[in-house]
T-cell receptor
Framework: GAVVSQHPSRVICKSGTSVKIECRSLDFQATTMFWYRQFPKKSLMLMATSNEGSKATYEQGVEKDKFLINHASLTLSTLTVTSAHPEDSSFYIC????????????FGEGSRLTVL | GIQVEQSPPDLILQEGANSTLRCNFSDSVNNLQWFHQNPWGQLINLFYIPSGTKQNGRLSATTVATERYSLLYISSSQTTDSGVYFCAVRTAGNQFYFGTGTSLTVIP
């Protein structure tokens, strides 16, 4: 299957700082990538759809200025959590469809963010 | 938005037993996938199944898109099958939404 890599896998930061998480499709190109957030013992919640060359599409209730998404190339999308607060602590996972936007979805390893 | 419900939410099995997990969705979808989330959070692709039936070893899945449900069958369960199983659907808007999940525990 296709490979999606996410970095960093774990990050601890102080309240008020910004954290950037990278998502790369290693062996395929993706014009669309998805960012999810998962709380303990809960399902994955779609945060936004990252679109290469254009603005991301955010789900209702997700703060655009808090979670900045940039799809810089066909293999890289980044999520920046700005002015992080303890309530932003969570597991963030990215995904990308292989073989076009209608293709099978593959996931990164996830990034666990802890804001102190 | 679309609702994706899974049942049962929790399941405990004796090793060797069989089980059926269900995924119901409230609207038409263009695709459906099943995933297994391991204890480290990694999502493992199980099936890419917009319709019909597929089998992979002890696992098989069936999607009946017209009736808006999918089933995941696990036969002869093993302790390594433990974890959370999710279905995810792709909508006409090309977004993927996850189901509520089934937490499976297989005891020896």
């Amino acid at each position: 299957g296709a490979v999606v890599s996410q970095h960093p896998s774990r990050v601890i930061c102080k309240s008020g700082t910004s954290v950037k998480i990278e998502c790369r499709s290693l062996d395929f190109q993706a014009t669309t990538m998805f960012w999810y957030r998962q709380f303990p013992k809960k399902s994955l919640m779609l945060m936004a759809t990252s679109n290469e060359g254009s603005k991301a599409t955010y789900e209702q209730g997700v703060e655009k200025d808090k979670f900045l998404i940039n799809h810089a190339s066909l293999t890289l999308s980044t999520l920046t959590v700005t002015s992080a607060h303890p309530e932003d602590s969570s597991f963030y996972i990215c995904s990308a469809p292989s073989g076009g936007n209608a293709g099978e979805l593959f996931f990164g390893e996830g990034s666990r963010l802890t804001v102190l | 938005g679309i609702q994706v419900e899974q049942s049962p939410p929790d399941l405990i099995l004796q090793e060797g037993a069989n089980s059926t997990l269900r995924c119901n969705f409230s609207d038409s979808v263009n695709n459906l996938q099943w995933f297994h989330q391991n204890p480290w959070g990694q999502l493992i692709n199980l099936f890419y199944i917009p319709s019909g039936t597929k089998q992979n070893g002890r696992l098989s899945a069936t999607t009946v898109a017209t009736e808006r449900y999918s089933l995941l069958y696990i036969s002869s369960s093993q302790t390594t099958d433990s974890g959370v199983y999710f279905c995810a659907v792709r909508t006409a808007g090309n977004q993927f939404y996850f189901g509520t999940g089934t937490s499976l525990t297989v005891i020896p």
